[in-house]
């Protein structure tokens, strides 16, 4: 069992680093560690904690995020948002974008891809034939290596699938063998994958219609909540939309959005 010592020094690095809070997770944090260093020969939490240390950007701090990151997501997640997106964000941004064609959306903590395809595949149903024309390649980011590469793979369970409408399900989707269903060529194209750290300054040249980033500001703490959404407040086109986890509200003392209803802001 890691002891308090121990538990402290990867809470203080994890905060320090990623912005995750994990005070009070000791059980969960011994839980998914203990293994990993008992199977890769390490001789306790210190003796891992000192390489990750030393090189914050080598293969063993990847895998300690790999390892420490919640990544639970699905196809069809508050698809409440799709539709306010196809309903009421679309046709504004389609309106104000008709001579440039270009629309920026980002998810900006895409896990293993539900998220980001799900955006794509509304973007290829609403513009339609016009489709073509316009640049709607979607921005889908994560801490974890080990997420992404499952997105980029875009290989997914029949039972994950399942609650896709069938149409999507036929036109987005090839049946690899009988669990696993694979995301067409066609589909993945429309989805650009970075590793990225929500802490990092934000290096994108140019501003976003719609951020989503559902479902991580719950691992950090008021203050770096605060700190991040100005972040993107910043990186919004004027009118832009923010959608956050519809169990997650932000605090509108400390920034400039505007709440347009629940789980859904604007600049
Ligand atoms: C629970 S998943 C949410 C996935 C998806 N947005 C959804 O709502 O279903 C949270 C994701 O946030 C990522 N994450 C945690 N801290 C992060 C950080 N500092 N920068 C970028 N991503 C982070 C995790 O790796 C994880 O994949």
């Known amino acids: ?12 690095y994890v905060k320090q680093k990623y912005g995750i809070d994990l005070n009070g997770k000791q059980i969960l944090v011994n839980g998914r560690m203990e293994n990993y260093l008992l199977r890769n020969g ?8 000192t390489k990750v240390e030393k090189n914050p950007k080598g293969e063993e701090a990847r895998n300690l995020i790999n390892v420490l990151t919640t990544n639970h997501t699905y196809f069809m997640r508050e698809f409440e948002h799709m539709d306010f997106m196809r ?18 959306i980002w998810s900006a903590a895409s896990s293993t891809g539900e998220e980001p395809y799900t955006i794509a595949m509304v973007l290829k149903d609403f513009f339609g034939l016009d489709h073509k024309m316009w640049d709607t390649r979607v921005l889908a980011t994560d801490l974890s290596t080990k997420v992404l590469e499952q997105a980029q793979r875009g290989k997914y369970l029949k039972e994950q699938i399942d609650p896709l409408p069938e149409g999507w ?31 990092n300054p934000f290096p994108f040249r140019k501003k976003f219609h719609v951020v989503f980033m559902r479902n991580v500001m719950i691992y950090f703490d008021d203050n770096t909540k605060l700190q991040l959404l100005r972040k993107v407040y ?22 400039n959005f505007q709440y347009v209803e629940p789980s859904i802001y604007r600049k």
Do not use: C, W
């Open 1 to 12: 069992m890691i002891t308090e010592q121990e538990f402290h020094r990867i809470v203080v």
């Open 42 to 49: 390490y001789s306790g939490y210190d003796e891992y904690m």
């Open 87 to 104: 309903k009421v964000v679309l046709p504004q941004i389609k309106a104000k974008e008709a001579g440039k064609r270009d629309v920026r």
């Open 169 to 199: 399900k036929r036109r987005f989707f090839k049946r690899v063998n009988e669990l696993e269903y694979q995301v067409t060529p066609e589909l993945k194209q429309e989805l650009i994958f970075r590793q990225f750290n929500l802490m």
């Open 234 to 255: 910043d990186y919004l086109e004027p009118g832009g939309y923010l959608f956050v986890g519809t169990t997650e509200s932000i605090d509108r003392k400390g920034t």
